[in-house]
């Protein structure tokens, strides 16, 4: 008689069979479950018809499994579930360590002793990206804080400024060419490299700030629309409007945004807004993607972080979109609060898990 690797509560093979049933992908990696039946022990995700519940066991690994006497499912190969995220780790580290030369598939594919196909497609199904884009990430945000860091030594007379502080941060980033970074530059800053280390001198943000049921909020908007709101916790809102652009010129202006700050309470409050909301919204092409879904979910409703990362099309993603839900600056109009873990639970919410419950407690009752 087959058994499992290690004794398990009701609950915990309940939760496991859901995930089963449910193909959950962010279960993939943590256990594996045998068909008696058939001797054949699958992947959670398997495509392969659901057998009955009676006829099912669980194994915490590939390994324990075949120790009951279980062979790989031909259809899902469950045996080469830990290759992914081991090997990705891998990859990572290298791309990172080489960040500064001319790294291509074909290198990358020679240190990791795969074939660039293989390595192309085990990366992209466990991070949402492909390694040229994770290596132009990494190369940008190390662009970004070079720009940081020359802009805080040129306050204190120790660093070049201009054009100057701008090549030597390129350099240092390992890009070949200004022509691919600016590219980019200024759809992921909102402005060129040189303002940026300028501290934006010539952006112009109006802001406000209220009080809502869920506490204090600050609402930032450029001439383009909204770009920011967020719960004023553990700082001010002097101290959270300096953190990105330290010299970019802020007005106060409760008057003129009345109207969004109106709009925001009715969002709070669980109702639709009377009218729609001008985004200025910026993020990477992948974030972008991960935010127009949440836009979708219907108000009252959840989503696992599994379901948004198949509807961006990148099933493996799960991480990469946390990372995006967590990396949101328009709390409650980019609705992150409505994506949940596949068990059910609402961890993860960088404004509080208690504000999270709320949020969709208001709004289920306005649906109602």
Not at 239 to 248: G, M, P, T
Request: some cysteine; hydrophobic content about 35%.
């Amino acid at each position: 008689m087959m058994s499992q690797n290690r004794p398990e509560s009701d609950s915990s093979a309940d939760a496991r069979w859901q995930a089963v049933l449910s193909r959950d992908v962010a279960a993939d990696g943590k256990f594996v479950f045998g068909v008696t039946t058939t001797g054949i022990y699958c992947r959670p995700t398997c495509p392969a018809r659901r057998p009955r519940r009676d006829n099912v066991c669980f194994f915490d690994s590939p390994q324990a499994a075949e120790r009951a006497g279980l062979r790989a499912c031909f259809r899902c190969r469950p045996a080469g579930l830990a290759e992914g995220p081991r090997l990705v780790e891998r990859i990572c580290r290298h791309i990172e360590a080489h960040a500064d030369e001319k790294i291509t598939l074909a290198k990358l594919s020679q240190a990791a002793g795969l074939s660039p196909f293989h390595l192309q497609r085990v990366f992209k199904s466990e991070m949402g990206i492909s390694p040229r884009q994770y290596l132009e990430s990494l190369r940008f945000s190390k662009f970004k804080r070079g720009l940081r860091n020359s802009r805080q030594q040129g306050q204190t007379g120790n660093s070049p400024g201009g054009n100057g502080a701008v090549t030597d941060a390129l350099v240092d980033a390992g890009y070949s060419s200004p022509s691919r970074l600016y590219e980019t530059a200024r759809k992921k800053l909102g402005m060129t490299p040189r303002r940026f280390h300028a501290g934006a001198p010539d952006e112009e943000l109006r802001f406000t700030t209220f009080q809502s049921e869920l506490g204090e909020m600050l609402l930032v908007a450029s001439s383009a629309g909204l770009c920011g709101v967020q719960f004023l916790t553990d700082q001010s809102a002097e101290v959270s409007l300096k953190s990105e652009y330290s010299r970019a010129t802020f007005i106060r202006d409760d008057v003129g945004l009345k109207g969004w700050t109106l709009l925001l309470q009715e969002l709070l409050a669980g109702r639709q807004p009377s009218k729609s909301i001008s985004l200025d919204i910026r993020g990477t092409a992948f974030q972008q993607r991960v935010w127009q879904v949440l836009q979708r979910i219907p108000a009252g409703k959840t989503q696992t972080y599994s379901e948004v990362a198949c509807a961006i099309g990148k099933p493996r993603a799960v991480r990469a979109v946390a990372n995006a839900c967590a990396s949101n600056r328009l709390a409650v109009v980019v609705p992150c609060h409505r994506v949940v873990r596949s068990n059910g639970e609402l961890s993860g919410y960088r404004w509080g898990t208690d504000r999270k419950r709320r949020l969709l407690e208001n709004e289920e009752a306005g649906a109602e």
